[in-house]
């Protein structure tokens, strides 16, 4: 069945960054059941931002895809460490009035939608609070600020979520599991030990370097105690 075209600019512009519902990152689930999971979660969840994530392990990873709904967190190699996947997104000066216009187009009464633009606003929202958020964002190649200092990227987010009414299911899976990840101690001191000694080439090799030294260490002390051996 051919696809309806867009009505205006907007429609289109909304179709084209939100993503296929054949690619839904939360059509995993029954229905039934994600709206089990999330009405259970969405009591619990607490909105953390960008440095308590990576103070709890968590590390951002660049969706390249630009579609927003896109949003994922996930572990690697049996929990060592946790990932939060977020699209690439570039902040300019049109990024506040492209926001403004695609909000208030899903506010339209005859325009039937899950609120994905007010949702993804208020997530982002919840994960900036202030510029050292944006500069980690940055760090990670999610976000290319194209608008001026990190402060100037944080103050907008911040002001175009204002009075937003998101939909409480988007992204409660997400929110769901780094809301276990940070209440679940053990991982959160795996992927903390991690993202601490293992996060970069140097560090592993530092830690291997330790490690032999305190083998030879070892074998030294051994045979200087057992000399016949």
Sequence with gaps: MPKELPVHLLDQLRTYILPDPDHDPEKGLPHEKRDTENSKRDDMTTYRNIEELRAAGIKLKVEKSRRLRLISFSYRWKFLWAELTLPEIIVDDTTAPTFHNLIAYEMCPDFVNNFEICSYVAFMDSLIDHPEDVKELRSAKVLHNALGSDEEVAKLFNTISTDLVPNT????????????????QYRTWIAQGYHTHFSNPWAIIAFSA??????????????????KC
């Design 169 to 184: 299911e988007s992204y409660s899976d997400v929110r769901g599991k780094i809301e276990d990840h940070c209440r679940n």
């Design 210 to 227: 330790a490690l032999v030294a305190l083998v030879l260490t070892f074998i030294q002390t051994w045979f200087a105690i057992n000399p």
